[in-house]
């Protein structure tokens, strides 16, 4: 690794590799990702059926107020929305953070709990399960409902099975994908697949 730009492909994931440092120091890597790491200082742990959009930065915590080092650990089925920057923190199983959401040092969102897009999350804070956190800094808004909750979990499948199609869409021969255009072209329309 270390090819930037570079996509890789394995059975049931799809990462778009951009970062440099994937098999050091102990980052562990399984889902679906768009994003850049850093895990020059310690560990990036990434669960099993987690996302990560594009732009998000996911960093580990060099130094800090209270002296530590911090791993930046995501946990299973978890979606991490666009330009997040998550920075030595914890995101436990089946959680969501917003679009642009910024987490800091030493904070942990429970499973099932959420932060809303933009909300900056400060040092050493904890989401409590069940529960949605926004602002600047993040505060407690309310309690998420069980629809929510079910979106959540849902949420990071729907990114694993498009995953699925972007792996199948990638590995076509350039040959492949310009007949289809040609017979696009002359027969006036497309099917589902192609669009």
Known sequence: MGTLGRAIYTVGFWIRETGQALDRLGCRLQGNYYFHEQCDANSISVGSGTNIQDNSLVLVAKSNLSGKVLPTTIGDNVTIGHSAVLHGCTVEDEAFVGTGATLLDGFV?????MV???ALVRQNTRIPAG???GGNPAKFLRKLTDEEITFISE???NYSDLALVHVAENMKPFDEIEFKKVLCKKHDKCD???D
Not at 109 to 113: G, L, R, W
Request: hydrophobic letters at 40%.
């Open 109 to 113: 969102v429970e499973k099932h709990a």
């Open 116 to 118: 809303a897009a933009g």
């Open 131 to 133: 529960e949605v956190w």
């Open 155 to 157: 949420s990071a499948t």
């Open 192 to 194: 589902e697949e192609y």
